[in-house]
């Protein structure tokens, strides 16, 4: 397992995508999870979530000090926001909207707020690539609040044009999932498409704080620049992995904390 540099000190965010429950059906332990993360990327009803779900969600992450991100995406239950649409940029600008409104809602009743925006599943992985998508998330956001932070993959085309736009951006990376060795994630339908062995997680988490790098599937270094790391809350034994990471992070030097104020 790499070591720090002497004198070196780095920190990092861990978060997770939360509030994905969805009436009788149960995704994750988020109660676990947030005793575990700095920020929680919490579902807007979109691809998950029900209003009684969010709200549970919103205030747990509100008590314990985790900072709260609306986790936009496509309107898509059934599929769970992972099937990608071909949808009017006005349209997908609205509905990035409607959902940060819902979310915000939910934040202002618990005492804390939205501070960041990520989107979720295909929103995600074609905002990274879709430049009339991306563009439609970030005037959805600067039209919201422009201080809002957007957290995406580092290089991706949505990260781009919202700094281009003036909005500040985050680099995530993946705690969980594949790369390729262009730096994007692989499908999940790959066989490395997710990783869920906690030990051989942590140690790929630390290697990514301390140099930047992650190994693809196809055995190649990649650097990624990251100031948080993402455990999806739906992964297999997901608490578990998320415990591996921060405890290795912690044993390795690593600061622990999020990437923006969570006061209202």
């Avoid at 709260?68 to 509905?95: C, E, K, N, W």
């Avoid at 608490?239 to 290795?248: D, F, G, K, P, Q």
Wanted: proline fraction near 5%; hydrophobic fraction near 45%.
């Amino acid at each position: 397992m790499p070591h720090y540099p002497s004198g070196m000190t780095v920190r990092l965010d861990l978060n997770a995508d939360l509030g994905e429950s969805f009436g009788t059906w149960v995704v994750g332990d988020d109660e676990a999870m947030l005793d575990v993360v700095t920020s929680a990327n919490i579902a807007c009803g979109f691809h998950a979530g029900d209003a009684t779900t969010i709200r549970r969600t919103v205030a747990m992450a509100a008590e314990r000090g985790v900072v709260i991100g609306a986790q936009v995406s496509y309107r898509d239950l059934a599929g769970f926001g992972r099937r990608r649409m071909d949808m009017d940029p006005h349209d997908l600008t609205a509905d990035v909207l409607y959902q940060l409104g819902a979310l915000e809602a939910m934040c202002r009743v618990a005492g804390t707020r939205v501070a960041y925006v990520k989107p979720h599943g295909a929103l995600y992985t074609t905002a990274a690539v879709d430049e009339p998508q991306a563009r439609a998330i970030v005037d959805a956001v600067a039209a919201y609040d422009r201080t809002l932070p957007l957290l995406g993959l580092p290089g991706s085309v949505l990260l781009r044009i919202a700094e281009a736009e003036g909005l500040a951006v985050v680099g995530e990376a993946f705690a969980d999932r594949g790369y390729a060795s262009t730096g994007h994630l692989v499908p999940r339908s790959h066989p490395e498409g997710l990783h869920t062995d906690p030990e051989a997680v942590a140690e790929r988490v630390v290697r990514l704080a301390v140099e930047g790098t992650v190994v693809s599937v196809e055995g190649e270094v990649v650097a990624v620049d990251a100031r948080s790391v993402c455990t999806h809350g739906d992964t297999p034994d997901a608490v578990a992995l998320a415990r591996a990471v921060r405890s290795a992070l912690e044993g390795a030097g690593v600061e622990i904390g999020p990437f923006v104020d969570a006061a209202p």
